[in-house]
């Protein structure tokens, strides 16, 4: 009985070692906040992580007036993409849900898509949140973001 009892705490506790912890309800989760970036002076990415598992993205493009020489103060596309997020170490997996577009101004129409998880690999130091896509492939590609 007692080594059936050690194997049956053994397999538990196995179990646990080897579960994915997801933090990101942690009140100590570094990534709740809103970060932006300004990408090629014409491109304004802004990402928001909740302490409730979800977030936000908004990317708006904006035209340059060559003459003027300043961005047109309306994006040409204003984008906003909805979700939820896990994390697991230095990993976070985002499950997007919607996704919405407004062109010059106008009203937001839903985009036809198919929902999809993606995991990218962050860093956070003090201000600032590395995200890196297709982290490990020679296809990686970085943004650094601005804590506001």
Known sequence: MRKFLFFAFALVAGALAFTSC????????????????????????????????????????????GEAGELIPTPHEHVVIKGSYTIDGDIVTIHQTSQTISMDGGAAENIEWEPEDEQIKFKVEGNTLTLTRNYGTEYQSEQVFTKK
Request: charged share 15%; net charge negative.
């Open 22 to 65: 997801d933090n990101s309800n942690d009140p100590n989760n570094p990534l709740v906040g809103t970060w932006s970036v300004w990408q090629s002076g014409d491109f304004y990415n802004e990402i928001s992580f909740d302490g409730n598992s979800t977030y936000t993205t908004i990317q708006d493009y904006y035209f340059y007036d």
